[in-house]
Protein backbone atom coordinates (compact mmCIF):
# COMPACT_ATOMS: atom_id res chain seq x y z
CA UNK A 1 0.00 0.00 0.00
CA UNK A 2 1.24 3.35 -1.11
CA UNK A 3 1.63 6.85 1.01
CA UNK A 4 -1.24 7.48 -1.05
CA UNK A 5 -3.26 4.89 -0.35
CA UNK A 6 -3.26 5.06 2.94
CA UNK A 7 -3.99 8.79 2.85
CA UNK A 8 -7.14 8.27 0.81
CA UNK A 9 -8.20 5.29 2.96
CA UNK A 10 -7.99 7.59 6.14
CA UNK A 11 -10.11 10.24 4.34
CA UNK A 12 -13.55 8.70 4.97
CA UNK A 13 -12.96 8.69 9.09
CA UNK A 14 -11.26 12.33 8.90
CA UNK A 15 -14.53 13.47 7.30
CA UNK A 16 -16.50 11.27 9.77
CA UNK A 17 -14.57 13.58 12.47
CA UNK A 18 -15.65 16.99 10.74
CA UNK A 19 -18.78 15.71 10.55
CA UNK A 20 -18.88 15.13 14.51
CA UNK A 21 -17.62 18.35 15.35
CA UNK A 22 -20.33 19.80 13.33
CA UNK A 23 -22.82 18.19 15.11
CA UNK A 24 -20.98 19.10 18.57
CA UNK A 25 -21.23 22.82 17.85
CA UNK A 26 -24.68 22.46 16.92
CA UNK A 27 -25.34 20.42 20.77
CA UNK A 28 -23.17 22.84 22.31
CA UNK A 29 -25.42 25.96 20.92
CA UNK A 30 -28.62 24.30 22.32
CA UNK A 31 -27.07 23.55 25.49
CA UNK A 32 -25.99 26.96 26.24
CA UNK A 33 -29.45 28.22 25.10
CA UNK A 34 -31.38 25.63 27.58
CA UNK A 35 -29.02 26.28 30.05
CA UNK A 36 -29.96 29.97 29.42
CA UNK A 37 -33.70 29.43 29.64
CA UNK A 38 -33.58 27.89 33.01
CA UNK A 39 -32.04 30.17 34.47
CA UNK A 40 -34.10 32.94 33.01
CA UNK A 41 -37.27 30.42 34.27
CA UNK A 42 -35.36 30.04 37.97
CA UNK A 43 -35.13 34.29 38.71
CA UNK A 44 -38.86 34.59 37.08
CA UNK A 45 -39.47 32.07 40.00
CA UNK A 46 -37.48 33.96 42.40
CA UNK A 47 -39.84 37.02 41.46
CA UNK A 48 -42.95 35.23 41.73
CA UNK A 49 -42.07 32.86 44.62
CA UNK A 50 -41.65 36.42 46.42
CA UNK A 51 -45.02 37.82 45.63
CA UNK A 52 -46.59 34.59 46.99
CA UNK A 53 -44.63 35.09 50.37
CA UNK A 54 -46.11 38.36 50.73
CA UNK A 55 -49.37 37.10 49.90
CA UNK A 56 -49.69 39.44 46.61
CA UNK A 57 -49.64 37.16 43.95
CA UNK A 58 -52.80 36.83 41.44
CA UNK A 59 -54.28 33.88 39.86
CA UNK A 60 -52.26 34.19 36.43
CA UNK A 61 -49.21 34.39 38.59
CA UNK A 62 -49.75 31.11 40.06
CA UNK A 63 -50.92 29.37 36.52
CA UNK A 64 -47.32 30.65 35.38
CA UNK A 65 -45.19 28.96 38.79
CA UNK A 66 -46.88 26.03 38.11
CA UNK A 67 -46.39 26.75 34.08
CA UNK A 68 -42.37 27.42 35.01
CA UNK A 69 -42.29 24.42 37.44
CA UNK A 70 -43.27 21.97 34.16
CA UNK A 71 -41.36 23.61 31.98
CA UNK A 72 -38.42 23.68 34.44
CA UNK A 73 -38.58 19.55 34.84
CA UNK A 74 -39.06 19.29 30.89
CA UNK A 75 -36.09 21.75 30.07
CA UNK A 76 -33.63 19.20 33.02
CA UNK A 77 -34.51 15.95 30.91
CA UNK A 78 -33.49 18.03 27.45
CA UNK A 79 -30.30 18.71 29.44
CA UNK A 80 -29.67 15.51 29.76
CA UNK A 81 -30.66 14.24 26.47
CA UNK A 82 -28.09 16.93 25.00
CA UNK A 83 -25.31 15.78 27.06
CA UNK A 84 -25.71 11.93 26.25
CA UNK A 85 -25.67 13.14 22.84
CA UNK A 86 -22.81 15.31 22.79
CA UNK A 87 -21.02 11.79 24.55
CA UNK A 88 -22.01 9.91 21.86
CA UNK A 89 -20.54 12.54 19.38
CA UNK A 90 -17.59 12.56 20.98
CA UNK A 91 -17.06 9.43 21.09
CA UNK A 92 -18.28 8.45 17.69
CA UNK A 93 -15.33 11.26 16.99
CA UNK A 94 -12.86 8.84 19.05
CA UNK A 95 -13.93 5.58 17.13
CA UNK A 96 -13.10 7.61 13.76
CA UNK A 97 -9.58 8.93 15.55
CA UNK A 98 -9.08 5.55 15.94
CA UNK A 99 -9.50 4.66 12.75
CA UNK A 100 -7.14 6.65 11.38
CA UNK A 101 -4.76 6.03 14.01
CA UNK A 102 -5.06 2.18 13.04
CA UNK A 103 -5.25 2.93 9.11
CA UNK A 104 -1.72 4.65 9.84
CA UNK A 105 -0.27 2.12 11.71
CA UNK A 106 -1.51 -0.45 9.66
CA UNK A 107 1.31 1.05 6.86
CA UNK A 108 3.95 0.89 9.48
CA UNK A 109 3.29 -2.92 10.79
CA UNK A 110 3.11 -4.26 7.08
CA UNK A 111 3.25 -7.68 8.69
CA UNK A 112 0.07 -7.57 10.79
CA UNK A 113 -3.55 -7.13 9.33
CA UNK A 114 -5.57 -4.77 11.06
CA UNK A 115 -7.98 -4.26 9.06
CA UNK A 116 -10.99 -5.46 11.31
CA UNK A 117 -10.22 -3.48 13.78
CA UNK A 118 -10.49 -0.37 11.20
CA UNK A 119 -13.85 -1.72 10.21
CA UNK A 120 -15.03 -2.17 13.84
CA UNK A 121 -13.67 1.21 14.98
CA UNK A 122 -15.07 2.98 11.93
CA UNK A 123 -18.69 1.01 12.64
CA UNK A 124 -18.57 1.71 16.33
CA UNK A 125 -18.10 5.08 15.32
CA UNK A 126 -21.03 5.21 12.63
CA UNK A 127 -22.79 3.63 15.60
CA UNK A 128 -22.03 6.19 17.94
CA UNK A 129 -22.87 9.24 15.55
CA UNK A 130 -26.02 7.50 15.19
CA UNK A 131 -26.78 7.35 18.96
CA UNK A 132 -26.82 10.59 19.41
CA UNK A 133 -28.54 11.65 16.07
CA UNK A 134 -31.48 10.24 18.27
CA UNK A 135 -31.02 11.91 21.11
CA UNK A 136 -30.87 14.93 19.25
CA UNK A 137 -34.02 14.07 17.71
CA UNK A 138 -35.86 12.94 20.91
CA UNK A 139 -34.25 16.63 22.19
CA UNK A 140 -35.97 18.00 19.42
CA UNK A 141 -39.08 16.61 20.64
CA UNK A 142 -39.02 17.64 23.78
CA UNK A 143 -38.34 21.44 23.04
CA UNK A 144 -41.42 21.33 20.60
CA UNK A 145 -43.47 19.94 23.80
CA UNK A 146 -41.73 23.18 26.05
CA UNK A 147 -42.84 25.26 23.44
CA UNK A 148 -46.76 24.13 23.31
CA UNK A 149 -46.86 24.14 27.07
CA UNK A 150 -45.48 27.99 27.01
CA UNK A 151 -47.91 28.51 24.03
CA UNK A 152 -50.77 27.18 26.05
CA UNK A 153 -50.29 29.27 28.87
CA UNK A 154 -51.13 32.69 26.44
Do not use: W
Amino acid sequence: MTVVEIIQSMLAPGIMISACALLLLGMNNKYSLVVHRIRALDDEKRKLKVLEADGKILNNQELRLKSIAVQTNKLAYRIVLIRNAVLFYSLGAAFFIISCLTIGLSFVLKDINIALIVIIMFLLGMIAVLSGIILAYREAIKGYEIIKIEIQEN
